[in-house]
């Protein structure tokens, strides 16, 4: 079993667009008992609120669910709970480091840090840009290859 978070700022934009497409990725390969997927923002201003219309409509367009994504914020706990906590920029990174201590066996880095030939390792946020399809392509190249490296950590 590999317990994976997706982190951004808010949790409206892109950690919900990346849990929602690593569900349905693990879903295709019939891994569903042995991954478990969550996200989280580092901040609290959408705290119970679904994804923005810009996510849900992109993922909508892709086919993927995005059903019953809520809000939340990351809490100290989650650096226990989870094995891969999956930042979707080096802002959100730091913020994780801040939280508090991680166990030893706690794997922190960038979605993009598992995408090697990516020009950029940090996912744009569309909240500011607006390019829901260019954090889509991004996301789904980085989902992708972060599948790849979980599957081979399972038992
Ligand atoms: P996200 O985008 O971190 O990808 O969910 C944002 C959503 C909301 C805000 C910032 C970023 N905000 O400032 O409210």
């Given at each position: 079993?590999?317990?994976?978070?997706f982190?951004?700022?808010g949790?409206?934009?892109?950690?919900?667009?990346?849990?929602?497409?690593?569900?349905?990725?693990?879903?295709?390969k019939?891994?569903?008992?042995?991954?478990?997927?969550?996200?989280?923002?580092?901040?609290?201003?959408?705290?119970?609120?679904?994804?923005?219309?810009?996510t849900?409509?992109?993922?909508?367009?892709?086919?993927?669910?995005?059903?019953?994504?809520?809000?939340r914020?990351?809490?100290?706990?989650?650096?226990?709970?989870?094995?891969?906590?999956?930042g979707?920029?080096?802002?959100?990174?730091?913020?994780?480091?801040?939280l508090?201590r991680?166990?030893?066996?706690?794997?922190v880095?960038?979605l993009?840090?598992?995408?090697?030939?990516s020009?950029?390792?940090?996912?744009?946020?569309?909240y500011?840009t607006?390019?829901?399809?260019?954090?889509?392509?991004?996301v789904?190249?980085?989902?992708?290859?972060?599948?790849?490296?979980?599957?081979?950590?399972?038992?």
């Amino acid at each position: 079993m590999k317990k994976v978070i997706f982190v951004c700022l808010g949790n409206i934009c892109r950690s919900p667009m990346a849990e929602a497409m690593f569900r349905e990725l693990v879903r295709k390969k019939g891994l569903e008992d042995k991954i478990i997927v969550d996200s989280a923002g580092t901040g609290n201003w959408h705290e119970g609120c679904p994804p923005h219309e810009g996510t849900r409509k992109i993922l909508d367009t892709y086919g993927v669910d995005g059903a019953g994504l809520i809000a939340r914020q990351i809490r100290k706990q989650d650096l226990e709970d989870f094995d891969y906590i999956i930042g979707m920029d080096s802002e959100n990174v730091k913020n994780i480091k801040n939280l508090g201590r991680l166990p030893e066996s706690a794997v922190v880095a960038r979605l993009l840090d598992f995408v090697e030939d990516s020009k950029t390792k940090d996912v744009p946020d569309p909240y500011f840009t607006g390019d829901f399809n260019e954090t889509y392509d991004l996301v789904k190249r980085g989902c992708e290859a972060l599948l790849r490296e979980v599957e081979s950590k399972l038992q």
